[in-house]
Structures are given as C-alpha cells and as structure tokens.
C-alpha cells in the first residue's frame, strides 16, 4: 500500500474497519465427514469397575429411613446427657470408596468402631471437632465449646467423655433399626487416628451417611460409615418396599388383637375375696387383744365378693380344697349390679 493511499484513510474509518473484521466469522474449514443434524454426539468415558455402584437406591432410601429415626432417639438421649436442647437430622446418603472416605478425615479425628451383629465386621462413627468439642465442655460444666484449631490431640479425658456419649449413641442404632432386624450393638475402640481405622480395604465400597448435630446454639456433624460388605448378609431386609410390605402385615386387625390379647394374659392382677362390711366405734377397736373374736355382718351362707384389682367382678362360696382355704366363683357380676353395690355403699 502507497503513502497516498494511506494517507486517504481517517483514524476513525481504520477503526470501522478492525471493528468489522473483529465481528465477522470464519468460514468453517471443509469436513470430510458430513454435517450431524440436531444434537451432538456424546463423548464415551471410561468406565471404572471399581467405582460401580454397590447400593442400590432403595437401599439408599432404606438407610435413610433408619436414620432418620436414629436421629430423633438420638437427640432426645443427648439432650437429656447435655441437659441441653439437641436436634439432628439426616444431611446426606452416599455411596464411596473407603479410601476416600478415611483420606478427608484429618488428625486429630475421634472414630468410634463399633460391632452390630448380625450386621458382619465393623462399622465407624466419625465425630466433628465441633460436637466433640460441645460434648466435652458440657460434660464438664461448661455451656459454650471455643474450637482450638491448634490443637494435634485429645486428652484421655477427652477421649473418655466422647467414648461414654457414642456408647450411649447405639442404643438408639439398635432401636433405630429394629424395624429391619434386631441388632446388638456393641462399642469396639475409639481411635484419633485414621490410619488405625483401616477396618475394610480401601478400595472396598462403602455408604457415608451424614447427620447434623445442634446442641443449644452450636453446630456440627456426625458421620456413619457401612461398608458394604457389612450388610452383603442381610440385603433382602434393607428394601423400602419389603419393609413396608412386612409393617402393614404386622399392623393388620387379627394380628395386632391377637398380639395384644397374648400380652394382657400374661401381666399379673390381684384377686381378693371380701365379706360384707363390719361397722365398729374406735373404742371397741381400741380395746381389741389377740384371741378377741370379730362377729362378722355375714351369714355364713352368704357369697363372698371378688375383686379384680380394685372392681367387684364375682361372687363365690368359701370351702376348702386340699387342706387349704378356697373359693368357688358362682357368678359374674355384670355391670348394673357393680353400678348398684357402689350406689348402697
């Protein structure tokens, strides 16, 4: 391009012309392939065998049921520990390795292992810093926990106070899941390091369940964590839908009355046989001595009352059977004569 020709162009039309350049799109470059119409083609991922999911989303949802109703009995056995106002819920269910899981926890941690048979091996507890902190400053008389960041370990103390509350903790688990089947929990060791917390491989799955724990105005997190291999032996039971199949036949009329009718025989009541009453002043009473004989306001053929508890129920003859003092029912007061002998009295 010449002086002149440069010359002809203002500031202003060179910058119209970047300006044009700038907006202006490339031609698209020649394709062998033809043109795909509508959406485009996903691209293949690898797939992982390792990382196939072992719980399936009803049995996900079964957990989370479960927890739920751990996390009700659970803040009520706290709140009355901490004599402090407690909730919890369930935050999240999911599904990972047990590498990854023990990876995110960092020292110092506090791991409750623990046993429930028949659920097989070993399952953990995890405490936060902070609801461990909570723990140990009400246990102790305090009301609020200052979170040390500093701090590398827990003090025996400590760890003994934590111990005692997740101890207390599995008689919720066992009631929690006694819809499912019944569990013995029992506390195995309680461990402030991860790596001495190894209770499956690591590349074995497992399924975190997450709970939020408020105590009075402060904040923190419990974590379970199953492996799957725990519950390989009882995945019939672990169905939303079986579960609620199995609880609307228990709750079905025949059974239920039939369950109800078997736990009434077997609780214990008093019978007494009585005679008719004696009216006496209080200095006759008074001047009683033993061998005193009492003159009854009853014929001796007349029927002895029977109460049930504290309610006429019978009438009966007194004899003797086997050498010991007896009665023989003869009638059954039915409600009318009950409301009648109260009425005379």
Not at 295 to 302: A, C, W
Request: aromatic share 6%.
């Amino acid at each position: 391009m010449s002086d002149s020709t440069q010359a002809i162009l203002s500031k202003s039309e060179i910058d119209e012309l970047l300006s044009a350049v700038a907006e202006s799109k490339p031609a698209p470059a020649a394709s062998s392939a033809p043109a795909r119409r509508g959406k485009a083609r996903p691209v293949a991922k690898p797939y992982d065998f390792r990382t196939a999911n072992k719980f399936s989303n009803e049995q996900r949802r079964t957990f989370n049921i479960i927890f739920q109703s751990y996390c009700q009995l659970f803040a009520g056995a706290l709140s009355t520990m901490l004599r402090a106002v407690c909730d919890c819920d369930v935050q999240s269910v999911r599904e990972m390795q047990f590498s990854e899981f023990i990876n995110t926890r960092k020292a110092p941690v506090l791991l409750g292992v623990f046993a429930a048979p028949p659920i097989q091996g070993q399952m953990i507890i995890d405490v936060s810093r902070e609801v461990a902190y909570i723990i140990i400053s009400r246990m102790l008389g305090g009301v609020a926990a200052g979170l040390d960041h500093a701090r590398s370990t827990y003090s025996e103390i400590e760890q003994n106070l934590v111990g005692r509350t997740l101890r207390s903790s599995l008689y919720a688990f066992d009631e929690a899941w006694e819809k499912v089947l019944k569990t013995t929990a029992k506390f195995d060791r309680l461990e402030v390091s991860p790596q001495f917390a190894q209770i499956v491989e690591p590349i074995e799955p497992i399924i975190e369940i997450g709970l939020s724990v408020k105590i009075g105005e402060d904040v923190g997190t419990l974590t379970f964590c199953i492996p799957h291999s725990a519950i390989s032996g009882i995945t019939q039971q672990i169905n939303a839908k079986l579960w609620y199949a199995s609880s609307q036949e228990k709750r079905a009329p025949v059974t239920r009355s039939k369950e109800i009718g078997q736990k009434l025989s077997m609780v214990p009541i008093d019978i007494i046989a009585y005679f008719n009453p004696t009216s006496a002043s209080v200095a006759e009473v008074l001047e009683l001595r033993v061998g005193d004989i009492i003159r009854l306001n009853h014929l001796q053929s007349e029927p002895v009352t029977v109460n049930l508890q504290h309610l006429a129920k019978f009438r009966a003859k007194i004899g003797v059977q086997q050498s010991q003092r007896a009665i023989q029912i003869t009638e059954i007061l039915q409600a009318e004569d009950i409301l009648k002998g109260d009425k005379s009295k």
